[in-house]
């Protein structure tokens, strides 16, 4: 019932910048929270940052001071804003989503993933 489509993932050189985005679609009666994981080869998937209905936010200590999480309530997304890049963060990024449906059930979603790969 419910979609994430993510888009922005590509080959950036270090200390360079990207922007992933995520649009969830479908019957949603509200996103309590939004964020993006990431999964390199061989590690386990992590939490990279998310936003929660109200605005408060959560990074991994990894990422703060270079990246930035914002949504916009009105279109269902939740961008990602990527700075200073390092060839650590390469990775696949996978947008999250906690979802109230129409039905009131709540459940969590994920999206495909998009490949981000910074270059040294």
């Known amino acids: 019932q419910v979609q994430l489509v993510e888009s922005g993932g590509g080959l950036v050189q270090a200390g360079g910048s990207l922007r992933l985005s995520c649009a969830a679609s479908?019957?949603?009666?509200?996103?309590?929270?939004m964020g993006w994981y990431r999964q390199a080869p061989g590690k386990q998937r992590e939490l990279v940052a998310n936003?929660?209905?109200?605005?408060?936010?959560n990074y991994a200590d990894s990422v703060k001071g270079r990246f930035t999480i914002s949504r916009d309530n009105a279109k269902n997304t939740v961008s990602l804003q990527m700075n200073s890049l390092k060839p650590e963060d390469t990775a696949v990024y996978y947008c999250?989503?906690?979802?109230?449906?129409?039905?009131?059930?709540?459940?969590?979603?994920w999206g495909q993933g998009t490949q981000v790969t910074v270059s040294s």
């Open positions: 999250n989503a906690l979802v109230t449906l129409c039905s009131g059930s709540v459940y969590g979603y």
């Open positions: 479908g019957s949603i009666f509200s996103i309590n929270a």
């Open positions: 936003i929660i209905h109200g605005g408060s936010t």
